[in-house]
């Protein structure tokens, strides 16, 4: 029974109530995120009374002009919370940038390095005063946001972002993102999926933990943690309490982790798009589970995908067939058993003893369990787990890798694991791509499927086949990171912008579809393309298909080539490529 719950949260402007449904139900802006976004010029009791005047005025049933002039009279625009910012520990030329042999991707990371000063974003100290007249959550340091409609920050977002500023030398900007994340633990206690009250009921991807971990990395500041660990605490019981499910596999009994959400209603942030697709369920209580559906999904950072669908036990179907409380992710599991160990680390650091052994027992029960309940040796991969039919999800996700990057499986068989996994990637294909990893092989038009390629998911790939060390895995990250190098380039090459995700099926290709055109700044894509620059770009990046180049000759084979061009030409005839002509490019 979901009607107990609280709504998205409590302000009557932002987030439920008469005013927001009226105002976001007459769709006055291209996107639903505009309104809710805005600065109310009176208090927020004032603005309910004028609401009021309003609605009495004609008769209960404004016209669209009625409410855009009493949203004009009421409200500023979005992003009035904002000063003018130039993050003080910028530099011009930080070290990675020598480590880039091509000239070109030189230059242009010097340009990514710049980027850095127009996604900076400060509050007005107003903010902190009259936090009322805000959607905007508080936090006392400047931050990087992604770009374009987020203009504040995201949770899973942050660790890329915190990267990118890390190998860009701006210590202190990454140190003051994290230093707000553990200050809204400690008063919210835990991490909203973004920086916006209307956010504040779910999270995302657990990543403030590794990002203490880059922190740590980059300068091992043991007082900072010794300081702020009981906060680490605090963020990883959050999702153990809230988030574990119990899954019943082979006889035994695992404790696992899913994406979940306890409030009423639609997301403040796309409520005309979930009223209207709610139209599909009769009652109350059918809305309202769709409603957390959509918002279990966006607290997985994957809104929307058929990854979430479940109809008749596939993964077919519309956002009407969401059940993401019902699926297991290996992702997030992977990233809660990386954080336990993290956590038995952190606190062997500090010399807590009693607490590094707790969370060594909490690490081995989750790589039990992901081994046992997600691993699948005739696959050579690791799979979601579908709890409605106790089966798993036998459908390619690069998140079907994130054990390798967070280093989830037994070490002591890493040749057997990796060769299972380059096997499957063989089979699935994955290097057909002229564009990079898609997100899914379904092409059901939401963002986080075929044919978008996301950077955080290349990463995951990449990253986690490298650290293995292993010849013909090292080999095959080389591979991914030069496509995806090379196309992001491709694109800057052509608009001078970096994108949130991309189109894998054509070379520089833009992505598109979902709910709002592709933005563009673009934090994590920067973040993920400097870490590859970093990482790759002391040797020579292989050249590009366009180039004919040898990398791609030499993995793909004539199959594989005759295999992408009809990828590229069924996505073209399918209409794949959406609005990927078409984006604004706004920081
Ligand atoms: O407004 C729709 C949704 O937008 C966000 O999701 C997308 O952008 C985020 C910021 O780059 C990213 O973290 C997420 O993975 C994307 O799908 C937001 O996070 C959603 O909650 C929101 O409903």
Redesign the pocket.
């Known amino acids: 029974d979901r009607s107990n719950l609280p709504p998205t949260c409590d302000s009557l402007i932002y987030c439920h109530g008469p005013l927001l449904d009226t105002v976001q139900m007459a769709g006055l802006y291209n996107d639903s ?1 505009t309104f809710v976004d805005m600065k109310i010029k009176f208090s927020p009791n004032i603005t309910m009374e004028h609401f009021r005047q309003m609605m009495n005025r004609t008769g209960s049933h404004p016209t669209k002009a009625d409410i855009l002039e009493f949203v004009n009279d009421n409200f500023d625009p979005e992003g009035s919370e904002f000063e003018d910012w130039r993050p003080t520990d910028w530099k011009d030329s930080p070290a990675f940038l020598d480590r880039i042999k091509d000239p070109l991707l030189h230059k242009w990371a010097s340009e990514l390095n710049r980027l850095w000063l127009q996604l900076g974003r400060k509050m007005k100290d107003e903010v902190k005063e009259n936090q009322e007249l805000y959607s905007i959550i508080y936090v006392d340091n400047p931050v990087i946001v ?1 770009g374009g ?2 203009r504040e920050f ?4 942050s660790y890329w972002i915190i990267k990118g500023l890390l190998l860009s030398e701006m210590r202190a900007t990454a140190r003051g993102m994290v230093s707000n994340f553990l200050d809204i633990v400690d008063r919210i206690g835990f991490i909203p ?2 920086g916006r009250i209307y ?1 504040a009921m ?1 999270s ?1 991807p657990p990543l403030l933990i590794p990002m203490m971990q880059l922190i740590m990395e980059d300068f091992e500041d043991v007082e900072f943690l010794r300081r702020h660990i009981h906060t680490l605490d605090k963020e990883f019981d959050f999702w153990i309490t809230n988030h574990t499910v119990e899954v019943e596999h082979n006889g035994h009994t695992y404790k696992l982790s899913r994406f979940i959400d306890q409030s009423q209603g639609p ?1 403040p ?2 409520y005309k798009e979930d009223i209207d697709c709610a139209k599909h369920f009769d009652t109350f209580d059918k809305k309202e589970e769709f409603y957390a559906e959509l918002k279990a999904a ?1 607290e997985s ?3 929307f995908s058929s990854r979430w669908f479940i109809l008749n036990g596939t993964n077919k179907g519309n956002l009407t067939n969401l059940k993401t409380r019902s699926i297991v992710p290996v992702d997030l599991n992977s990233i809660m058993c990386w954080n336990a160990k993290l956590l038995q680390e952190f606190h062997s650091r500090v010399g807590n003893v009693a607490k590094a052994e707790y969370y060594r027992e909490i690490h081995a029960k989750y790589m039990e369990a992901i081994d046992k309940v997600f691993w699948h040796e005739e696959v050579g991969a690791w799979l979601d787990f579908n709890l409605e039919s106790g089966r798993p999800r036998d459908y390619f996700y690069p998140s079907n890798l994130a054990p390798l990057w967070t280093g989830s499986y037994d070490k002591t068989r890493k040749e057997y694991y990796v060769n299972r996994v380059i096997n499957y990637l063989d089979k699935v294909k994955v290097d057909i791509y002229e564009g990079g990893i898609p997100a899914t092989f379904e092409h059901s038009g939401e ?2 499927d075929y044919p978008n390629a996301w950077p955080p998911l290349q990463y995951m790939v990449v990253m986690g086949l490298a650290n293995t060390g292993l010849p013909d895995a090292m080999r095959y990250a080389n591979e991914i990171a030069t496509k995806w190098v090379r196309s992001n380039f491709e694109v800057w090459k052509e608009k001078t912008a970096m994108l ?1 995700k991309y189109d894998a099926t054509i070379f520089g290709g833009f992505g598109g579809g979902g ?2 055109v592709v ?1 563009t700044g673009f ?2 894509t920067n973040g993920v393309v400097m870490s590859m620059l970093n990482r790759y770009g002391a040797d020579e990046f292989g050249t590009s298909p366009a180039d004919n180049g040898a990398i791609y000759g030499a993995h793909v084979g004539a199959s594989g080539v005759a295999t992408a061009i009809l990828v590229i030409a069924a996505s073209l005839a399918t209409g794949a490529l959406g609005d990927s002509t078409e984006f604004t490019q706004n920081y």
Not at 154 to 157: I, L, N, R, V
């Open positions: 995120k992604p409609r987020f995201y949770y899973w977002d999926n973004g956010y779910r995302q997301r942030e796309s966006a950072g994957w809104d963002q986080w949130e709910e709002y933005q934090g994590w």
